[in-house]
Nanobody
């Protein structure tokens, strides 16, 4: 069965960095679209970044472009989200998700088929 588990969250100060990891199993890692999403209290879920490992095409939301970088390790079936220059507005629960669909020009916020447990990221001012 498909499994995804996000980890690496924590409490940091504004301007600092974190790297999130999403360990996956049970599906064709290279051919699926895998993405990062976040949800803050009182807000709707936001798409952050997506990648398809087979061709490496990526998508970033404008709010994180230039600060966050998504990458994959095919040998470990793991996707990463390097988050630099963190801001208070980045505080949220971060989730990783996957779909067999080929979506890299945007993240299908409501079209992902499999979701993992989230990891909390808190950025203090």
């Amino acid at each position: 069965d498909v499994q995804l588990q996000a980890s690496g969250g924590g409490l940091v100060q504004a301007g600092e960095s974190l790297r999130l990891s999403c360990a996956t199993s049970g599906f064709a890692f290279s051919t699926y679209t895998i993405g990062w999403f976040r949800q803050a209290p009182g807000k709707e879920r936001e798409e952050i970044s997506c990648i398809k490992s087979s061709h490496g095409r990526t998508y970033y939301d404008d709010s994180v472009k230039g600060r966050f970088t998504i990458s994959t390790d095919r040998a470990k079936n793991t996707v990463y989200l390097q988050m630099n220059s963190l801001e208070s507005e980045d505080t949220a629960v971060y989730y990783c998700a996957a779909t067999p669909g080929d979506y890299t020009s945007y993240c299908p916020n409501y079209g992902m088929d499999y979701w993992g447990k989230g990891t909390q990221v808190t950025v203090s001012s």
